[in-house]
């Protein structure tokens, strides 16, 4: 297989998975806090742990496959803090973070008063929630969902791409750098 069928394949692999873990959490509505996923090769998982490959309903695994397997809860700190910490050994492919946020026009967060923006912003009538899933491989791929929640009576709108959260992305594939950190959380 060359690098670019390689990089393809795990691109549409991690899309896949984006797809996945955002519709898992969406079953369970709106307001959550953030949720952490730690990606594995499915194969492996199902040669190493055929007790929780049956478990997750794992049977077979199409080639080059990822599997999310949810982490504890953050803690409750801020995420790049929380983010800094947390180091995934060589078994983990990539990570998948979902976090819900609130987006206002531009003209909108000038207003917000300086002592406590996530009040005012909560508040506003214009305020958006969009849930984040951004997930990212060792090798760099990146994929990114956004729900857009829909106002009163109107669908929400999905928006994807590799790019949508270029910092979130950086701050997760940091947790996949090798060097001393704090060990991963199972």
């Not at 949720?35 to 492996?44: C, G, H, R, S, W």
């Not at 009040?119 to 994929?143: I, L, Y």
């Amino acid at each position: 297989m060359t690098q670019h069928a390689a990089s393809s394949g795990r691109s549409a692999a991690l899309f896949a998975v984006v797809g996945e873990v955002e519709a898992h959490v969406a079953e369970a509505g709106w307001d959550q806090p953030p949720q952490l996923f730690a990606l594995v090769d499915t194969e492996q998982l199902l040669r190493a742990e055929p007790q929780l490959a049956t478990s997750l309903g794992l049977v077979a695994a199409v080639p080059g496959s990822l599997t999310p397997v949810a982490q504890e809860a953050l803690a409750d700190e801020p995420l790049d803090e929380a983010l800094a910490r947390i180091q995934f050994g060589t078994e983990v492919l990539g990570v998948v973070l979902v976090q819900e946020v609130l987006i206002l026009p531009p003209a909108a967060e000038a207003a917000l008063d300086a002592a406590d923006p996530v009040t005012g912003a909560a508040a506003h009538p214009d305020r958006r929630d969009v849930r984040m899933v951004v997930a990212v491989v060792r090798d760099g791929t990146r994929e990114c969902v956004l729900r857009v929640r829909g106002s009163t009576g109107q669908p929400d709108e999905l928006l994807s791409g590799p790019d949508l959260a270029p910092a979130l992305a950086d701050a997760l594939l940091s947790t996949l750098d090798e060097g001393p950190s704090e060990p991963a959380r199972r």
